[in-house]
């Protein structure tokens, strides 16, 4: 069992919009700004898409963003287009004293 | 461009001992820590541990701990992952990934080593 929660699939039309959550507890998510996603196609390593909960590094599409609301972090994806099908991870830092970072599930989206 | 590569799959029998490693390049390798993340087939990312190659200091994960060991060479750029006796559980796709001392985000990411382990 991951220690963030993820919805293990979503799915969307292109052109349309989908959000997935993350949803962890005061000692990660709700405690701090260090909220990151990652995007991994079948064979490839992760890719870094947002950090700090809503920032974009750079070459990222804007069609991505990141929000945050107690517990509980958010990726949308807007104007879906069929490359964005991939499993995306959530990852916050954690003030646990045994872990230093803690990842989500995953979550499968299905381009329709 | 800064990039992580890391070495290639390996085959080894359950009980054998192995080291993978990561190499950097494009950036100061001393200033930012390495982790080592773990994908199980089929599965999500667990977090290993981390290294800070300026002095190799290092943590782990209690699901790690004594079962792995992380070290790096900083007069080379590069980071280790090392097993001193394999288990079948061990097979899995193993990622190194740059980070800063607060782990805020990881980037980037090697492009994997696949390590089977099979009798």
């Known amino acids: 069992q991951s220690a963030l929660t993820q919805p293990a699939s979503v799915s969307g039309s292109p052109g349309q919009s989908i959000t997935i959550s993350c949803t962890g507890t005061s000692s990660d998510v709700g405690g701090y700004n260090y909220v990151s996603w990652y995007q991994q196609h079948p064979g490839k390593a992760p890719k870094l898409m947002i950090y700090?909960?809503?920032n974009r590094p750079s070459g990222v599409s804007n069609r991505f963003s990141g929000s945050k609301s107690g517990n509980t972090a958010s990726l949308t994806i807007s104007g879906l287009q069929a490359e964005d099908e991939a499993d995306y991870y959530c990852?916050?830092?954690?003030?646990?004293?045994?872990?230093?970072?803690?990842f989500g599930g995953g979550t499968k989206l299905t381009v329709l | 461009e800064v990039q992580l590569v890391q070495s290639g799959a390996e085959v080894k029998k359950p009980g054998e001992s192995l080291r993978i490693s990561c190499k950097g390049s494009g950036y100061s390798f001393t200033s930012y820590w390495i982790s080592w993340v773990r994908q199980m087939p089929g599965k999500g990312l667990e977090w290993m541990g981390r290294i800070d190659p300026s002095d190799s200091y290092t943590n782990y994960s209690p699901s790690f701990q004594g079962h792995v060991t992380i070290s790096a060479d900083k007069s080379i750029s590069t980071a280790y992952l090392q097993w001193s006796s394999l288990k079948a559980s061990d097979t899995a796709m193993y990622y190194c990934a740059r980070h800063e001392q607060l782990v805020r985000w990881f980037d980037p990411w090697g492009q994997g080593t696949l390590v089977t382990v099979s009798s």
């Open positions: 990852s916050s830092y954690t003030s646990s004293s045994t872990l230093e970072v803690v």
């Open positions: 700090d909960v809503s």
